[in-house]
């Protein structure tokens, strides 16, 4: 039986697959479950985010270099997004209760190994170790949910499942704050390790294992080796790219060999006999729609939100803690509405939710393209509150549409394709809407200096000044006469602003086209190859 003809007959029978029995007890309880799976959901995403707060101080005590500490982020993202599908695939095979288990182990003991390392090789290592695991975790939950609850009650689970995910993303420059200012930068991975032994705890005590009576039972070696070496190349070309120049040699060359690794890859999983990823599975135009979806609402989301924190702490002259309580009505919006959106999917299906959900995104990043040098907190907390509104139903219903529309032997894999749809999302997002700063920064500089009647500045100076003011910082040094100060940093500024306003109508527009993807999506149509009805 070919792999095209397996995926679709999967498609047509779900009831193929036998659904558990009902939870007696703790073990294999839903919402046991789920409680136990976004402890160790919760360690990841935070992750994503905890450590930039911390990077300027692992800096200084171990004296690193700048391109050090970019390899700290770069080396758990490369790690984490080139990793994901397959670790999908591992839980899909093996089952998704062990690969989560082994995954909460060992980031923990990943993170906790950072805490003690005295080198920035080792936090490196350490870092890179820490997105591997984090992979086999992330797609395992997924699975894991999707294998417990009832079809009807699995967009609520999801709902909360992303409230964690979203919470924790936006939360973790506060907590790495609070962390860094008042303890040390190595608590911001000790922290870890008591999460990951009360993960561990409650995943051996309430997590019971659901296999698929067709699961997987050989491994596409060929496809993992392809697929991983496209995905580095393309995570690395969107990393590197504003550094080394999106024209430049190196650039082309990276994203050109991920185009042909990723044609290469496709064309091997014809004549595998079990694929890594079936191509069968994006004939499901729901399915295809929800991955093109949700990288399109992470380019919006991660992108915009990293020059937000800059526009917080740079221009607004805010401390990491103040800048992540100004991001708490984006906070407290997903948090609030990530349960209710999954109700509202439950009972609409999730097209009417997810394009209501990326205008109200496009929305509030027009909106945010107006935030000035003096908007007030009133006028911030509107559109971010508005944005966490707008996310809230895509971060629910893109992933019950990726892994409702896929068959329940490749479940993890679909857990895999989400997040690893998100990584690419947030990449390119973060890379695109740096490359638009940038190149308002270079066009807008030299004449708002100009205008501002400040001394010229030689080629090379200009250029520094230039990187500076990319991320809010006025380019001053001690010896400057505080009145030219002030000056310079009006200048800084406004060019900022600017920048980031383009920024923001650039992820609005990529907003727009996001919903209307959406309109392509539709309920699961194997959402019910799941648990069974009644289980609650």
């Known amino acids: 039986m070919t792999s095209q003809t397996t995926v679709d007959k999967a498609s047509r029978e779900p009831q193929e697959t036998a659904a558990p029995a009902p939870a007696k007890g703790l ?115 997924l699975g894991l949910l999707r294998a417990t609850f009832p079809a009807e009650k699995l967009n609520m689970a999801i709902g909360i499942w992303g409230m964690v995910i979203g919470a924790s993303t936006a939360g973790g420059p506060i907590l790495g704050g609070v962390l860094v200012e008042h303890v040390s930068w190595q608590s911001v991975f000790f922290i870890n390790v008591p999460v990951g032994v009360i993960a561990l705890v409650l995943g051996l005590v309430i997590l019971k294992d659901h296999r698929a009576e067709n699961a997987p039972r050989s491994f596409d070696i060929g496809g993992i080796v392809l697929l991983s070496q496209a995905m580095f190349c393309l995570i690395w070309a969107l990393i590197k790219g504003s550094e080394w120049g999106w024209g430049d040699y190196k650039t082309l060359g990276f994203l050109g060999a991920a185009v042909a690794l990723f044609v290469v890859f496709a064309l091997s999983q014809k004549n ?133 529309n896929a068959p329940m032997e490749l479940s993890g894999v679909a857990g895999g394709l989400q997040q690893a749809a998100m990584q690419v999302g947030g990449s390119l997002g973060t890379a695109v809407l740096g490359a638009v700063m940038a190149s308002q920064v270079d066009s807008k500089l030299a004449d708002n200096w100009k205008a501002a009647e400040l001394p010229p500045l030689s080629p090379q100076q200009l250029d520094q000044a230039s990187s500076a003011v990319e991320v809010g910082i006025p380019p001053v040094d001690g010896n400057v006469p505080p009145e030219v100060a002030g000056k310079i940093a009006g200048v800084a500024h406004d060019t900022f602003v600017s920048g980031m306003s383009t920024a923001f109508m650039v992820a609005g527009i990529v907003a727009v086209v996001a919903a209307l993807v959406a309109t392509l999506t539709k309920r699961g149509a194997n959402a019910e190859a799941g648990a069974g009805a009644g289980h609650i």
């Open 272 to 404: 595998v006999r079990e694929p890594l990823i079936p191509l069968a599975m994006f004939r499901s135009v729901p399915l295809s729609a929800g991955a093109v979806l949700m990288v399109l609402m992470a380019f919006a989301f991660m992108g915009g939100l990293f020059f937000v924190t800059f526009y917080l702490q740079n221009v607004h002259g805010l401390s990491p803690v103040d800048s992540g309580l100004h991001l708490l009505p984006l906070t407290g919006m997903m948090i609030v509405a990530s349960p209710l959106a999954g109700a509202m999917i439950t009972k609409f299906g999730p097209r009417v939710p997810l394009v209501g959900g990326m205008v109200c995104t496009a929305v509030a990043m027009f909106g945010m393209s107006q935030l000035d040098i003096g908007t007030g907190t009133l006028t911030m907390s509107i559109w971010f509150g508005l944005l966490g509104l707008g996310l809230a139903p895509v971060m629910v219903g893109a992933t019950e549409v990726i892994v409702g």
């Open 27 to 141: 073990r294999g309880h839903p919402w046991l479950t789920l409680f136990s799976v976004a402890i160790g959901v919760m360690m990841v995403a935070l992750d994503g985010t905890i450590v930039a707060i911390a990077n300027p101080v692992i800096q200084q005590d171990l004296h690193a270099s700048l391109a050090d500490v970019q390899w700290i982020t770069n080396g758990y993202m490369l790690a984490l997004a080139v990793s994901l599908i397959t670790a999908g695939k591992l839980g899909d095979r093996f089952g998704h209760r062990q690969t989560f288990l082994i995954g909460v182990v060992g980031f923990a003991a990943a993170s906790g190994a950072i805490g003690l390392s005295d080198s920035v090789a080792l936090v490196i290592v350490f870092r890179v170790l820490q997105g591997l695991f984090g992979a086999l975790l992330m797609p395992a939950a």
